[in-house]
């Protein structure tokens, strides 16, 4: 599922001293119902079967879901792309986790440096709104670190909110998102590739999406937004929220949308062989195990003593009608039907 996989990947001290190596899933590790959550959103990223960005590279970090770990896991992001700045302008950090819920009285200085130098370096972060706007005292985002681009718009986290299939707004996505993606009845693969999981909901698996999409689009020999540093991040931000990236489908939310148009897959045109289309645009087709039954008991049989020519209608009125005709010379003409 995972082809294109970084020779070296991220782990905080705190994941790596329970032992824990960047390549394992331990979301069960967080709760039964976190199971294989990693695995699941890395895969709507860039899995192969339901991935977005299926050439891009991962790059797998490990962090404890306790204490300010998750702010250690950007810390190692950053430290990364400082060591390797020819992934700068060419990278994305997708979290589909969060740190909880907003308070006040909780210093985050050092959960936006972190996040402010990684996005300084042209690297966007996309991040989910939150699962609990079925909650009426939570519509609205309030979890960390998505808050912080609410609270401040030159703070430019790409935050996104889920709609179902029909584009109508998930009645559990909390509001204030940049953009949406389909984030109910999603498919993935988790811990047998065989055996795709169904039926699983939650921004978690729609922050992936986007930033899979990010992935492609810096990945153009022409990227569809400046990327002139130090406003990357910012541009993708604002091209996300326009029409180039995305539509209202229904409702107010604005959805995904990778610019591929009809133009770009066109419907390939039936072949119109010969005898195959009748009555103007009713096309006619006849499968070949049929033909052959028709030439084998009926049409040789049928042909033998009629002269030097013979043609005979099958199936009137069917999909499958159909005339065959034969010419013969002197020397092949049948004279029994032995």
């Known amino acids: 599922e995972f082809p294109n996989v970084a020779d070296q990947h991220l782990i905080t001290p705190l994941a790596a001293s329970k032992g824990w190596k960047p390549w394992e899933d331990h979301s069960t590790d967080h709760g039964k119902d976190q199971a294989f959550h990693g695995t699941c959103a890395a895969g709507k990223a860039v899995g192969q079967q339901y991935g977005v960005a299926k050439n891009a590279k991962l790059v797998v970090v490990a962090f404890a879901n306790e204490d300010d770990d998750m702010i250690s896991?950007?810390?190692?992001?950053?430290?990364?792309?400082?060591?390797?700045?020819?992934?700068?302008?060419h990278s994305v950090v997708t979290m589909s986790m969060v740190s909880g819920r907003y308070d006040p009285k909780q210093d985050y200085t050092r959960f936006r440096q972190v996040l402010y130098g990684i996005m300084a370096m042209d690297v966007p972060i996309v991040v989910g709104a939150g699962n609990e706007g079925d909650d009426h005292n939570?519509?609205?985002?309030d979890n960390?670190?998505?808050?912080?681009?609410?609270?401040?718009r030159g703070f430019p986290l790409i935050v996104v909110g889920s709609v179902d299939k029909d584009g109508q707004r998930s009645a559990w996505s909390q509001l204030g998102e940049n953009t949406n993606a389909v984030g109910q009845d999603i498919t993935c693969l988790e811990d047998d590739p065989s055996q795709p999981t169904t039926g699983i909901r939650g921004t978690s698996f729609t922050t992936?999406?986007?930033a899979g999409q990010i992935a492609?689009?810096?990945?153009?020999?022409?990227v569809p937004f400046d990327t002139t540093s130090p406003y990357l991040v910012g541009n993708v931000r604002d091209?996300?929220?326009?029409?180039?990236?995305?539509?209202?489908?229904?409702?107010?939310?604005r959805v995904l949308w990778n610019g591929v148009t009809e133009a770009d897959n066109?419907?390939?045109?039936?072949k119109r062989c010969w005898g195959l289309l009748r009555d103007g645009d009713t096309y006619m087709y006849l499968e070949r195990d049929v033909l052959a039954s028709l030439i084998k008991?009926?049409?040789?049989?049928?042909?033998?003593?009629?002269?030097a020519s013979y043609g005979a209608e099958y199936h009137q009125g069917t999909l499958n009608h159909v005339k065959i005709s034969i010419v013969y010379t002197d020397t092949t003409r049948p004279r029994s039907k032995d």
């Open 138 to 141: 939570r519509r609205k985002i």
């Open 239 to 253: 091209y996300l929220e326009s029409d180039a990236a995305g539509w209202v489908r229904s409702g107010d939310s």
């Open 266 to 270: 066109p419907q390939i045109p039936v």
């Open 297 to 307: 008991d009926k049409f040789c049989d049928e042909a033998v003593g009629k002269g």
């Open 216 to 222: 492609n689009w810096l990945a153009m020999d022409k």
């Open 73 to 89: 896991g950007f810390e190692e992001i950053y430290k990364d792309l400082k060591a390797h700045p020819e992934r700068q302008k």
């Open 144 to 152: 960390v670190p998505a808050i912080f681009a609410v609270q401040d």
């Open 208 to 210: 992936p999406q986007v």
